[in-house]
């Protein structure tokens, strides 16, 4: 007998969850990566980002509240678009969150043995994580509020210390300052919201509560964002540990680095268990192959964790964040643009919200996708045409 999940999740868990999924590579990277191309438009650049994110967050929300299902777009896509949009949509939610998951490892590696990327630590870091996940480590609700305790805590430090020398850090009029490059790549930073709607099994009233768990956990996030970028200014430059020269100079580099490692640690294992999750759902449908869609005895997806984590290795294995960021910024744009056209083929019945909000997440998404650079952009089509000969491939193979 099939049954169903219990309701027990309120509006407090829920914000909890979402900075759970929203701290880690975000604040701790991307701040850095952002205001080296932003410059002195990175705060107006995270305020933007936040609103994108809004837009982007109530077409989740509401499509989780209609269809409360694991699986997030990938299932949207099937349901209201077609087969193929929602291939398409989990094919770039696994290359999108496979890339933030190698920034998360990158990050790790920066923050624990200095600013240069190490690619062999990162690799390590994603290795160990892995047998932690195969050996049946999940992130428990009472570990993921303990982190985003300790998260919260660590930034709060990190401002507070340095408020007082904040003249000294403010930034510099750029030459050439990207605004919108910038707000896409600062909006993969507020996608952990994603998490939130996922709940819809599991939340009270999930109509009322995911809405306003979503909004909230945006507003929150962007407030630690807008504080972090303010106080470390112009010294925030791209790079695997960009707060930790920053917090140094005030006397809490090694408060802000312990911080930062616990932080993406948890994000880099609720990434890879994510990951082999979507693997698994896609295998089984047939738009991967079949192996991916197989359980262990010890009721793991033991094949879907391996590829993914190898996957997110081989990223790691680059070195260089802000390439990595980039391509997650790309590819989860595209993510988002499916799940607002989703949004819009909603009945009536099942609207929360206007029309205008997911028109304005797809119009945002598919203009801000093209304004990383062009190499990015170009590699990551690339990577869906690719995506979409395997699962011609994979499913010729079935017979299907």
């Given at each position: 007998m099939t049954g169903s999940m219990q309701r027990t999740v309120g509006l407090g868990g829920a914000i909890l969850l979402g900075l759970g999924s929203i701290l880690g590579t975000g604040v701790f990277v991307s701040v850095g990566i952002v205001s080296d191309v932003a410059g002195s438009w990175t705060v107006l650049t995270i305020a933007l980002a936040a609103i994108v994110a809004t837009f982007n967050g109530l077409s989740s929300a509401q499509l989780a509240a209609a269809h409360p299902v694991s699986g997030g777009t990938y299932e949207y896509g099937h349901r209201y678009l077609?087969?193929?949009?929602?291939?398409?949509?989990?094919?770039?939610?696994?290359?999108?969150?496979?890339?933030?998951?190698?920034?998360?490892?990158?990050?790790?590696?920066?923050?624990?043995?200095?600013?240069?990327?190490?690619?062999a630590a990162s690799v390590l870091v994603v290795a160990l994580v892995t047998l932690a996940v195969l050996g049946g480590l999940h992130r428990s609700n009472l570990v993921n509020a303990i982190l985003v305790a300790l998260t919260i805590g660590t930034l709060t430090v990190f401002c507070v210390t340095g408020l007082p020398t904040v003249g000294e850090r403010s930034f510099g009029s750029d030459e050439a300052p990207s605004l919108l490059e910038g707000t896409a790549l600062m909006f993969v930073a507020f996608t952990g919201y994603g998490r939130i709607a996922t709940l819809g099994e599991e939340v009270v009233e999930p109509r009322r509560t995911i809405p306003r768990a979503v909004i909230l956990t945006l507003i929150a996030s962007a407030l630690l964002y807008l504080a972090v970028a303010y106080v470390g200014g112009s010294s925030l430059a791209a790079g695997p540990a960009p707060l930790v020269e920053t917090a140094s100079g005030f006397g809490v580099g090694p408060i802000v680095a312990f911080g930062a490692c616990t932080a993406m640690l948890g994000v880099l294992l609720n990434?890879?268990?994510?990951?082999?999750?979507?693997?698994?759902?896609?295998?089984?449908?047939?738009?991967?192959?079949?192996?991916?869609?197989?359980?262990?005895?010890?009721?793991?997806?033991?094949?879907?964790?391996?590829?993914?984590?190898?996957?997110?290795?081989?990223?790691?294995?680059?070195?260089?964040?802000?390439?990595?960021?980039?391509?997650?910024?790309?590819?989860?744009?595209?993510?988002?643009?499916?799940?607002?056209?989703?949004?819009?083929?909603?009945?009536?019945?099942?609207?929360?919200?206007?029309?205008?909000?997911?028109?304005?997440?797809?119009?945002?998404?598919?203009?801000?996708?093209?304004?990383?650079?062009?190499?990015?952009?170009?590699?990551?089509?690339?990577?869906?045409?690719?995506?979409?000969?395997?699962?011609?491939?994979?499913?010729?193979?079935?017979?299907?």
């Open positions: 077609s087969p193929g949009w929602g291939f398409s949509a989990g094919w770039m939610f696994l290359c999108a969150k496979s890339a933030s998951a190698a920034t998360a490892a990158l990050g790790v590696s920066g923050y624990v043995l200095g600013q240069d990327a190490h690619p990434l890879i268990l994510g990951l082999s999750r979507v693997a698994l759902a896609m295998g089984r449908r047939g738009d991967l192959p079949a192996s991916l869609g197989t359980v262990s005895s010890s009721g793991s997806p033991t094949i879907a964790v391996l590829i993914v984590s190898i996957l997110i290795a081989g990223l790691s294995a680059l070195g260089d964040v802000k390439t990595t960021w980039s391509f997650s910024a790309f590819t989860v744009l595209v993510y988002y643009a499916i799940t607002n056209l989703a949004a819009l083929r909603l009945p009536s019945e099942d609207r929360r919200f206007p029309r205008a909000i997911s028109w304005l997440g797809l119009a945002s998404c598919a203009s801000l996708a093209f304004f990383v650079e062009s190499e990015v952009w170009l590699g990551g089509l690339g990577v869906l045409l690719g995506g979409v000969v395997l699962r011609a491939f994979t499913r010729g193979l079935a017979g299907k």
